[in-house]
């Protein structure tokens, strides 16, 4: 096979490769959390804009923060293989395209060297820092929608020293580059948040103001934050599916990335420091992110962490595997054709009905081989942003809760970490600490709702929710998933 790099690229067959001058690229973005989806979506939209005549400018510097085993040998293979990797996209019908990714040009371990990324952020040619560090990863506090300057990460960058957090950076590069009289750059959330930029702008904003109160005015006053829509599936790629991806591709690459075939970026069109052509490689900028939001949130999203948990507790691990079950095919389309659709104001546009079904497909996907796992995991953080509003408008219309109340009882169940036939899984719930996770598995089913993440909605002082919710609980601990779903099935 060929090992990946610079010098090996002109020798590369069947793949596609970039064709321009990669000597000449030079990072004008700044990505913080290299991950998965991030090597497939916005980089791939940046490799796209590099093909086209004066992006030069627009490459992008890596930046990874954490200090675990995967960063770690993130931070040595990267720069071995010159930023370049491959990415492997798979259509429902199976059909399959690789090409080689050349945005990156550069990998900064910030744990490694905190003291080189705060030069590369203050840099003048930096002018866009995009992100991905999860919807759970701003530091908000789901009760009071604040800021959590108490977190323990935080208040060691807030107390000095090289900072750790992704707030602490950019905060300490926005008051350098004032200093220096530098324009700030623009800082894009790419996270699946509804109003990503907002949330974004509300945890920088606060860090700053927090350590310096006239910095925080500055970034509140000087930085954009546009909102944006992001989608794409990626999944993990394990170390057979990186062994059989770079056999299929003839080239020797140690983080291949693998994505389906659909991809959907819509965001504000508002950065004062200048951007790349993203307009003309299919990002579509437009005033009305938040209708998109809501159309993927609460449908596509929503469904997702919908199917998870009862999927897992079935036995199942795969997403398409459990799509393929007509009980749980049949759980999503009631629930978007029932519970979500009638409450959703489409974009111009956009037809809600086409929308449910390209869903039910991408799901349906069997070449990705998506992990249930992946979705469900850091349920805490996501079933609140992608479910709250559904269940807020059904409980004041007093719709069918039923639905809602069954995916609840499922998560709870989940978080036992053994499904309906006793096969045990990963339980990963960094949102719920010790006191929250007591709560969830404690003898009170109604615990769960009482948690931090779920206080908010208070699910528990609404009579026909608690109801639904406790006779699920009940359905699930004596006959199981696939029975209680059945009958869910039968009286709804």
Known sequence: MT????????????????????????????????GNFHRVHEAVYVDDCLHRPGHEGWGIV???????AQSRAKAAAFPA???????????????????VIGAMVEYLHAPSDPEAVLVRLTDPAIRVVSLTVTEGGYGIDETTGEFRTDAPDVARDLAGGPPRTVFGCLAEALARRRRAGTPPFTVVSCDNLRGNGDTARKAIASFARARDPELGAFVDREVAFP???????????????????????????????????YTQWVIEDHFPAGRPELEAVGVELRDDVPAFEAVKGRLLNA??????????LCGYRLVHDAVADWRLRELLDRFMDRDAVPLIEAPPGVSLEAYKAQVLARFSNVAIRDQLLRIAHDGAAKIPVFHTRTLAMLARAGGD??????????????????????????????????????LARG??????????????????????????????????????????????????
């Open 227 to 261: 909102n944006g829509m992001v989608d794409r599936i990626a999944p993990r790629v394990s170390d057979a599916d990186r062994d059989r991806l770079n056999a299929r591709s003839g080239i020797d690459d140690a983080f291949p990335a693998v994505c389906e075939s």
């Open 81 to 99: 293989q010159d930023g370049l990797y491959t990415v492997t996209s798979f259509a429902p019908d199976g059909a399959r395209a690789t090409r």
């Open 3 to 34: 090992k990946l790099s610079n010098a090996t690229l002109a020798g590369v067959r069947g793949v596609r490769v970039p064709d321009y001058d990669r000597t000449r690229v030079t990072a004008g973005i700044a990505h913080v959390g290299v």
């Open 303 to 312: 469904s997702h962490m919908l199917l998870s948990y009862p999927s897992l």
């Open 401 to 438: 809760m039923r639905r809602e109340a069954f995916f609840l009882a499922c998560f709870r169940r989940y978080l036992a970490g053994v499904d309906d036939r006793g096969a045990a899984f990963e339980v990963f719930e960094p949102h719920l600490d010790g006191g929250d996770l007591a």
């Open 443 to 492: 003898d009170d089913p109604l615990g769960l709702l009482r948690t931090q993440p779920f206080r908010a909605l208070t699910l528990d002082a609404h009579p026909p929710f608690v109801e639904a919710y406790l006779g699920a609980v009940e359905g699930l601990r004596t006959g199981g998933a696939a029975r209680t779903l059945e009958a869910l099935h039968e009286t709804s």
């Open 62 to 68: 890596g930046i990874g923060l954490m200090d675990d």
